[in-house]
């Protein structure tokens, strides 16, 4: 009897292994052309007793979701897939393979999501838990290795640091390209995929280091872009969307290059294959900036529209979403039709304060668009419409004036009137949490010394918060109760009274000298002000403290 029930054991756990091998051989084959069919064989290994089974299933799981735009599904499914990994009594190359794959997925989710932090502390647990790990072959090591190092040059492209960037990737470049020739099947077509991202991603560095459309950096950005196409021809089997994505890249150097008729040719040359591949979304996003610089806003309008009605999430979306925002902005204000115009400038200015919090305070243009415009015309509008607004307001202070002198000439002939007329004042609305977030910057602004500089002022200031000057001189206005010209002044003048009580040398300078220190040019000015806010001249001060 015990023999029959293991004999019935072991076809069962044969029939189950059989059962496995095709669903990870059907996975394999159905995971880049035919959804379907992928996710059906998915489920199958998630069900799976074989926990390395199991544990393929769900990071096959994760993949596919984040290549749906499913960042969020994509994150709960790696946090699930490594705590069960973690709570496993033991460990083996299955699992160390799974556990690379899900934290590699996990920085492309936090890198794409803007979550720079927690892309960095991802590429750390790499180190950490996986490539001390002594399970791993030499060799493994070796391409985790460069795989991380990859990663964190990723991040630095994020954060503007463009060279190191380039000087990280290629030599990783040059690691793989020796790694190459040893090694066959799998391996060699996964250091073949990595070798050409490695290619696109210096290509992305040199792209958004370029300052003008005449930079050979976006020529340098071509090459690598080639070269990287050039090594996607060898994959086996071929990935069909290896010509589209090359020529993606190629659109956004020639708009970079502002050759922009060009980029449109290329854009309507491959409208067809975008509807078999991911690719509608960024070119919704590459027609709404190509026609609006063609000047043919009802076409740029109706691809931005496009644009944010797309219901897939892709890794470009949120800093893209900046741009369309703001071209809408510019499109509605061009045709006169102010309210819009401010909507969607406001909108820019909130996702693009989202942006740079998430980027962890790195100030990072993009690459076919200037940021600073959002804030131009975000500015441009706010002034309109507070020339709108004292308009009204004048009128109505004219009224009202008009309206006293006839009733006090009607009251100087014996009239007695008992009712009192108030008319209300249209306030400018500042967002509570805006107002919060530029109260605690300007907290920590005034621990700093960036108020002596004698080009100091409130355009600076506001570019250094990301606000615009409306909301920064409305906030001072109201909650320190001075003018931004008094809030400056003071803040000067105190720096200096602390460092002239603490700094005997400084007591030997010149009044000229002294406005100089603390950012003024003018010591007339300087004097008045130190006068006004200490009640001394800087000359009577300096003779109290000698005293």
């Avoid at 596919?64 to 790696?78: H, L, N, T, V, W």
Wanted: aromatic share 10%; proline share 1%; with cysteine.
């Amino acid at each position: 009897m015990i023999i029959k029930l293991l004999l019935i054991s072991l076809v069962l756990h044969s029939q189950s292994n059989k059962q496995d091998s095709i669903a990870v051989n059907k996975y394999n084959y159905y995971k880049l052309i035919d959804k379907d069919s992928t996710l059906h064989y998915i489920n199958i290994l998630k069900k799976s007793n074989d926990r390395c089974i199991k544990f393929t299933g769900q990071i096959a799981h994760a993949n596919f979701a984040y290549r749906e735009g499913k960042f969020q599904s994509s994150e709960d499914e790696i946090i699930s897939l490594l705590k069960g990994i973690k709570d496993s009594t033991t460990r083996d190359r299955c699992l160390d393979k799974i556990m690379i794959n899900a934290y590699s997925r996990l920085f492309w989710i936090y890198k794409n999501r803007y979550q720079l932090l927690k892309a960095f502390e991802t590429t750390k647990k790499i180190e950490n838990e996986i490539l001390s790990n002594t399970s791993l072959s030499s060799s493994n090591k070796q391409r985790l290795f460069l795989s991380n190092k990859a990663n964190m040059a990723n991040l630095k492209i994020e954060l503007g640091l463009y060279k190191e960037a380039i000087k990280i990737l290629k030599e990783v470049d040059l690691e793989i390209s020796k790694l190459i020739p040893k090694l066959k099947n799998e391996k060699l077509y996964n250091s073949l995929i990595f070798k050409s991202s490695t290619l696109n991603l210096i290509g992305n560095s040199f792209l958004e280091q370029s300052k003008n459309e005449n930079d050979i950096s976006l020529d340098s950005a071509q090459a690598y872009y080639n070269k990287a196409y050039e090594v996607t021809k060898s994959f086996s089997p071929q990935h069909k969307n290896s010509h589209a994505l090359y020529e993606l890249r190629s659109i956004k150097v020639l708009l970079k290059q502002k050759r922009y008729k060009q980029a449109l040719r290329i854009i309507k040359g491959q409208a067809i294959a975008s509807e078999e591949i991911n690719v509608k979304q960024d070119l919704n996003f590459l027609k709404a900036i190509t026609f609006y610089n063609l000047n043919e806003l009802d076409s740029s309008k109706s691809y931005s529209y496009k644009f944010l009605k797309f219901k897939k999430q892709t890794p470009n979306t949120e800093k893209n979403k900046i741009v369309i925002l703001n071209i809408l902005g510019e499109i509605y204000k061009n045709s006169r039709q102010m309210d819009s115009a401010y909507k969607y400038s406001d909108l820019a200015i909130n996702e693009f304060n989202t942006l740079n919090k998430n980027r962890s305070e790195a100030n990072n243009s993009h690459y076919l668009y200037d940021f600073e415009r959002v804030q131009e015309l975000n500015d441009e509008l706010l002034i309109k419409e507070n020339a709108k607004r004292n308009l009204v307001i004048f009128i109505l202070s004219s009224v009202i004036i008009l309206f006293i002198v006839f009733i006090i000439r009607f009251y100087r002939k014996g009239k007695k009137f008992t009712e009192a007329f108030t008319v209300s004042k249209k306030e400018y609305s500042i967002d509570k949490s805006l107002e919060k977030k530029i109260l605690s910057e300007l907290a920590n602004f005034e621990k700093s010394t960036l108020y002596l500089d004698q080009e100091f002022n409130i355009k600076v200031l506001a570019k250094h918060f990301k606000t615009n000057t409306t909301y920064l001189s409305s906030i001072v206005n109201e909650k320190k109760g001075k003018t931004f010209k008094q809030y400056i002044g003071e803040l000067r003048i105190n720096f200096l009274i602390q460092k002239l009580q603490s700094d005997t040398m400084l007591r030997k300078y010149t009044v000229q000298a002294l406005a100089e220190e603390i950012g003024y040019s003018n010591a007339s000015a300087f004097a008045r002000a130190f006068k006004k806010q200490t009640g001394k001249t800087p000359t009577e001060f300096l003779k109290e403290l000698n005293n």
